[in-house]
């Protein structure tokens, strides 16, 4: 069997080849919403993690040596409980923009001006969310911290 016309005959085990079967719109409108929101999360999570790490390196400077232990204990179960209630708020947020967003792909029809407008800037209306929760996170963070500790950590967490 000859591929696209080419001479080159196709190799290798005629078991392991997938046929090609085209998506409909909204089979791939809901693809793009799981990968978007697998990344939210895992972005998410990850900056927590450099975020924790960073202030908790930070916190000697600040703190007493038997304080950090305290401070994580305190924070992160409230760290926990944050990145989950943000979590599922925004994934059901840009889970609603994005269908709109890519309405005309699930209906597998022209986009207007409007959706084109909205597709090409899906990425930057990610980015805009979660730098929202990530301000909020830091005022909320910092003001807690600064009413459980001093008003110096308060400058190590903001």
């Known amino acids: 069997m000859r591929h696209c016309g080419s ?14 079967v085209p998506k409909s719109g909204a089979d791939l409108v809901r693809e793009i919403q799981i990968r978007l929101g697998w990344l939210n999360w895992v972005a998410g999570v990850a900056g ?13 400077i600040f703190l007493a040596d038997s304080e950090p232990g305290e401070l994580a204990l305190r924070n992160a179960p409230a760290i926990v409980v944050y990145i989950v209630l943000v979590g599922l708020i925004l994934s059901r947020q840009c889970y609603r923009h994005c269908a709109r967003a890519l309405a005309w792909v699930a209906e597998e029809r022209e986009p207007n001006e409007r959706e084109h407008r909205q ?3 899906l990425a930057v209306y990610n980015v805009k969310v979660a730098a929202l929760a990530w301000i909020l996170a830091g005022l909320g963070f910092s003001t807690l911290n600064a009413a459980l500790h001093s008003w110096e950590f308060w400058v190590v967490v903001a």
């Open 7 to 20: 001479n080159i005959p196709e190799w290798g085990r005629p078991e392991l080849r997938r046929e090609v």
């Open 48 to 60: 927590a993690i450099v975020v924790c790490a960073s202030i908790g390196f930070l916190i000697p």
């Open 119 to 121: 597709t090409l800037r």
